[in-house]
Nanobody, 125 residues
Framework: QVQLAEAGGGLVQAGGSLILSCAATGRAFGTYNLGWFRQAPGKEREFVAAIGWTSTRTYYTDPVKGRFTISRDNPKNTVFLQMNFLQPEDTAVYYC??????????????????WGQGTQVTVSS
């Protein structure tokens, strides 16, 4: 079983930056595909970014392209999400997720097997 724990959320003014981290337990961390999702109040959980187990492939939803960067540090069992130029529209609970394999799409939440509890990101205008 893989356990994920997010950290780094908080309150930031529009235009500011935050870096989220997700620490994982599990001996096969380096083979997992990893993703970040977010969910705003009253909204469906949406895909943010993902990274393949080789770290050579990354994927982003259009609203965050050029602002967010996903990365991973396999020796430390950690995945990161660097968020720059944050906007109020980015306010949400952010979740990290791990998938043993991706069958069709890195953006499909149903592909992921393990989820963290989430960390709140609030961007004030």
């Amino acid at each position: 079983q893989v356990q994920l724990a997010e950290a780094g959320g908080g309150l930031v003014q529009a235009g500011g930056s935050l870096i989220l981290s997700c620490a994982a337990t599990g001996r096969a961390f380096g083979t997992y595909n990893l993703g970040w999702f977010r969910q705003a109040p009253g909204k469906e959980r949406e895909f943010v970014a993902a990274i393949g187990w080789t770290s050579t492939r990354t994927y982003y939803t259009d609203p965050v392209k050029g602002r967010f960067t996903i990365s991973r540090d396999n020796p430390k069992n950690t995945v990161f999400l660097q968020m720059n130029f944050l906007q109020p529209e980015d306010t949400a609970v952010y979740y990290c997720a791990a998938a043993r394999s991706i069958r069709e799409s890195f953006s499909d939440a149903r592909e992921y097997d393990y989820w963290g509890q989430g960390t709140q990101v609030t961007v004030s205008s």
